[in-house]
């Protein structure tokens, strides 16, 4: 039962194999230094779950827009890298392409082609 005062809940994910791991836990009255209730333990495979959370994330871009989206979530931006990053995962299982220059040295540059993100993101 999920009780009509504050609460706070904590998520703790983690990955086992092709799996992950998600408990969510419920503090009543905001209090966060009792053992809390579990609301929710649950073992689900891996790549289902993140089709799952790109698949929310694209209904709230496509929603909210990404300046609707932060006004409407107290001025948190969307995380469009975090999504961009999802979908690559989705399309070929591998981390997203970037381009380092000068690896650890004092002018090192990270880049990533906007392009395809533009790309990815229209083909939303």
Not at 23 to 51: M, Y
Request: glycine share 4%; with cysteine.
């Amino acid at each position: 039962m999920i009780p009509s005062q504050l609460c706070i809940d904590g998520h703790l994910l983690r990955k086992m194999k092709n799996n992950i791991i998600i408990n969510i836990i419920l503090f009543v009255d905001g209090i966060t230094d009792g053992p809390g209730e579990v609301v929710f333990d649950e073992v689900c495979n891996l790549d289902e779950f993140i089709k799952l959370l790109d698949l929310q994330m694209e209904n709230l871009l496509k929603k909210h827009g990404i300046v609707g989206y932060r006004k409407q979530w107290n001025a948190q931006d969307f995380p469009l890298s975090s999504y961009l990053q999802l979908k690559n995962y989705i399309k070929s299982k591998t981390k997203f392409p970037i381009v380092v220059n000068n690896p650890e040295e004092w002018n090192e540059e990270i880049t990533s082609n906007i392009k395809d993100e533009i790309e990815m993101i229209l083909s939303a």
